[in-house]
């Protein structure tokens, strides 16, 4: 027995520590460790792993990671949904800059502490999860949301991380984004600066769940991928077309219940709140930074062809303004990226070729300095926070305005003979086409795989060629440009319009066409860029908290905002206009009969109806352009 038991303790100690040298292993020592470490002696990084108490007594995952030898080193966090320790284990290396993921390399490699952690109820973080959850109050009953979370992590972080300077910054993508912008709610005296990135702000009226009521129908891969502790991951109606999938099933509601998504409490969330509502009012970030002071600079990022949250950064940019005075608290950046890209090789975007790495040119040369300038002990002198820093597509250049927007807003007319002028239409006149729900326009050209070849992250500039033609699809023109034509800030729809049904959507598109004959880049030869595209909800055209039937046959004026851009459209192209009424399956069918919830309309509800677009005299459709002065 004793015998035994010293070789069971031998055998025990090699499976943790290996054989003593010189010494053969028994060949039975059982083949497992309990643990590796991946991290050798020879990495140039330190990386812990902490639990961090809130004040609720829940204990938050958080990883803090940073180049040995860093001392006086600001923090940079980030609070995510999306797992803080495989965010600080990109590779399988001994380097910072490969266990990190890209947009981190400027910032440890001079000096910087990076720090990510998770959200409560999400992978390594204890408490319980909820889906954006609302600041405390009347949608909030208890004592914390992600306000009082990165205050208590804030205060946590720099009491317990000697090698800090004490001065945190905040900064993220998308819901990263989100929870940055709940940390300037009643923030910590330490944090000093705020990059929200593509942040969620209002996810009815142009965010993740909505656009202007119209549902946006790939939320449930979301909800279930995010929520279910098993079985996550898409939908699991198959790889076909999901255009098919989705108009299988008839209603976005219809399409939850068939694939059990219903269950699922945030997809009741979104079912139950149809309208801007209580629940959706209390929840829009830029309305409660509105009502503080804001006391942390903050520079908000977002991506001209951000095909998740293009509304959130701008609508905070525009809530907080008026409170900068001095122009020194809040700044607005718009790359030519798409959703997140300012975080990774902005180079191109899908067909589109750019000047160099705008990703890394704004990190560098603009990120940076504004983080060193408020997070250094000692930052370089003579810093200035732009007031707006875009980059100008189609000239191919960054630009620095004193404000945003920088446009002054002209009229350009819808007009006869599917024409745009600038010169409003003298004869009033009208063009029609017929909608079908059950041939709804697509967002993408069929089969419509938004998984394949980055079809998903790219589909804003998808040329457009694809639908031409369609006989729903009214498409407007300008004559070939023979000047430029320099627009800086948000194209706004004012669209008269009326349908022969009780609802209807409106999808207005706009779109720089290049030349036919294009010798410089021969792929972009026709090409129809899009510049901006937006839906809105009839229902809703007088009130988005008042859903009406539409009186058919009746004109009523649709006023909507397409996505912030600086674009110039260069001499020998031509400023196109389209107007449709469905982006599926991007966005639920509208049944173009009144229903009280869309989530609920049955297949005899879905019927065809004429749309009429009217323009001249006293129904003069237009989207006005945030021209540039010559």
Request: charged content about 20%; hydrophobic content about 35%; overall charge neutral.
């Amino acid at each position: 027995m004793r015998l035994f038991a010293r070789v069971s303790i031998l055998a025990l100690t090699l499976t943790v520590l290996g054989p003593p040298l010189g010494a053969q292993i028994d060949p039975m020592t059982p083949d497992t460790v309990k643990a590796y470490d991946p991290v050798r002696d020879q990495a140039d990084y330190i990386r812990r792993e902490v639990m961090i108490p809130m004040r609720d007594g829940v204990k938050l995952f958080t990883v803090i990671v940073m180049r040995k030898g860093t001392t006086h080193g600001p923090i940079l966090l980030s609070r995510t949904p999306y797992d803080a320790g495989k965010a600080t284990s990109r590779n399988r290396s001994q380097k910072i800059e490969e266990i990190l993921p890209v947009a981190d390399a400027e910032f440890v490699n001079d000096g910087y502490i990076r720090v990510y952690q998770d959200v409560r109820g999400l992978d390594g973080s204890e408490g319980d999860y909820v889906m954006t959850r609302p600041l405390r109050g009347p949608l909030n009953h208890t004592e914390v949301d992600h306000s009082t979370d990165a205050y208590d992590a804030i205060d946590w972080l720099v009491k317990n991380v000697p090698e800090s300077n004490g001065k945190v910054g905040i900064t993220g993508s998308s819901y990263l984004g989100f929870t940055s912008l709940m940390a300037l709610i009643d923030p910590h005296p330490a944090l000093k600066a705020a990059v929200p990135q593509s942040p969620m702000v209002d996810g009815w009226i142009g965010d993740d769940w909505f656009h202007n009521g119209a549902f946006r129908q790939p939320n449930f891969n979301y909800v279930l991928g995010q929520t279910a502790k098993k079985g996550g991951g898409g939908v699991p109606y198959g790889t076909g077309d999901e255009y098919d999938a989705y108009l299988a099933e008839g209603s976005a509601g219809d399409f939850a219940r068939a694939y059990g998504l219903d269950a699922f409490p945030f997809s009741r969330k979104l079912m139950e709140h149809p309208t801007y509502d209580g629940y959706w009012q209390e929840q829009a970030v830029d309305k409660l930074l509105a009502r503080r002071k804001l006391t942390v600079p903050t520079m908000l990022v977002v991506g001209q062809w951000d095909q998740e949250d293009s509304y959130g950064a701008p609508a905070v940019y525009r809530a907080l303004k008026p409170q900068d005075r001095n122009g020194d608290m809040v700044s607005l950046v718009i790359g030519p990226w798409r959703h997140s890209g300012v975080n990774y090789d902005g180079s191109h975007l899908g067909d589109l070729d750019f000047a160099g790495d705008t990703g890394l040119q704004f990190r560098r040369d603009t990120m940076k300095p504004f983080l060193d300038h408020y997070l250094k002990d000692n930052p370089p002198k003579g810093y200035k926070m732009p007031g707006a820093l875009t980059y100008e597509t189609g000239a191919d250049k960054w630009q620095v305005m004193a404000k945003w927007p920088g446009g002054k807003a002209m009229p350009l007319y819808l007009s006869a003979g599917n024409g745009l002028s600038w010169t409003r239409p003298g004869v009033e006149g009208s063009d029609s086409y017929v909608s079908d729900p059950a041939k709804p326009v697509p967002y993408l050209p069929r089969p419509v795989l938004p998984n394949k070849d980055d079809a998903w992250k790219t589909w804003l500039v998808k040329d457009q060629r694809f639908v031409a033609g369609r006989p729903d699809v009214l498409t407007y023109m300008t004559p070939v440009l023979d000047k430029p034509v320099h627009i800086a800030g948000q194209p706004m729809v004012d669209l008269f319009a009326a349908t022969s049904g009780t609802d209807s959507d409106w999808v207005v598109k706009l779109i720089d066409v290049y030349p036919d004959q294009y010798s410089n880049v021969p792929k972009m030869a026709g090409y129809q860029l899009p510049i901006g595209i937006e839906i809105y909800r009839g229902r809703y055209v007088h009130g988005f908290d008042k859903p009406q039937a539409l009186v058919p046959g009746k004109v009523e004026n649709y006023k909507f905002g397409l996505p912030n851009v600086n674009h110039l459209f260069q001499p020998g192209h031509r400023i196109m206009v389209t107007v449709q009424s469905s982006l599926f399956p991007l966005y639920d069918r509208n049944p173009q009969s009144f229903v009280p919830s869309i989530f609920d309309a049955k297949k005899g509800n879905y019927k065809v109806a004429t749309q009429s677009v009217h323009y001249g005299a006293g129904g003069a459709s237009a989207i006005w352009l945030p021209v540039m002065p010559d």
